[in-house]
């Protein structure tokens, strides 16, 4: 069965640091999302990205972060100058046109120092 | 803006037990409403959803928009069902809509 695939599994950065977080969506899913989990806290959305532009973003997903999508399969978060609150577990997920189903990768532990 | 509340973060049952997690929303609009399940050392899967109307692993959940409630149940819980479950909704039958998560409600089933 497809999978979600994000690298690396985890990122150890120091404050101030640039970070990317790598995803490779399900091939034919066309949606994709960013969301995060700090420890002890829920999973909260971050952005959703269709045909190449941002559909939606929560209030986190202030200017140090922006997506990508650089190639056909890869979609990347970017943080420019990471925070000590931005450790967190970074999720990726797509879906397709029909099913609003959405699909998780494994997960990016970021910790920052 | 839409909430989802599972007030339990901690569940403890025998098996053969039976088992409910509880889940609360409020959303105004006609929510979609979802159960992932994060089994150990694993990623977000889901377990389930309203519209589909299926029990999946002996797990059910039946929205009650009444009492903006999404329960999930299973009459016999098994040791394989020890993991997190997380509730989630998301704005209707729309492709691209965000998920909004609950706090998730880590249930273990003792032998």
């Known amino acids: 069965e497809p999978e979600v695939t994000q690298t690396p599994s985890h990122q150890v950065t120091q404050m101030g640091q640039e970070v990317i977080l790598r995803c490779v969506p399900i091939s034919n899913h066309l949606y994709f999302y960013w969301y995060r989990q700090i420890l002890g806290q829920k999973v909260e959305f971050l952005v959703s990205f269709y045909n190449n532009e941002i559909s939606e973003k929560s209030e986190i997903f202030d200017d140090q972060f922006s997506v990508e999508r650089p190639d056909g399969s890869n979609f990347t978060l970017k943080i420019r100058s990471t925070k000590l609150e931005d450790s967190a577990m970074y999720f990726c997920a797509s879906s397709d046109l029909a099913r609003h189903i959405q699909y998780f990768g494994a997960g990016t532990r970021l910790s920052v120092l | 803006a839409q909430r989802v509340t599972q007030p339990e973060k901690l569940l403890s049952v025998f098996k053969g037990a039976p088992v409910e997690l509880k889940c609360n929303y409020s959303?105004?609009?006609?929510?979609?409403l979802f159960w992932y399940v994060q089994y150990s050392r694993q990623r977000l899967q889901l377990l389930l959803r309203h519209i589909s109307r299926e029990s999946i692993k002996g797990f059910t959940a039946d929205l009650n928009k009444g009492e903006t409630s999404f329960h999930l149940k299973k009459p016999f819980a098994q040791e394989e069902d020890s993991a997190m479950y997380y509730c989630?909704?998301?704005?209707?039958?729309?492709?691209?809509?965000?998920?909004?998560f609950g706090e998730g409600t880590q249930l273990t089933v003792n032998p």
């Open positions: 989630a909704l998301s704005e209707g039958e729309t492709s691209g809509s965000r998920l909004t």
């Open positions: 959303y105004s609009g006609s929510p979609e």
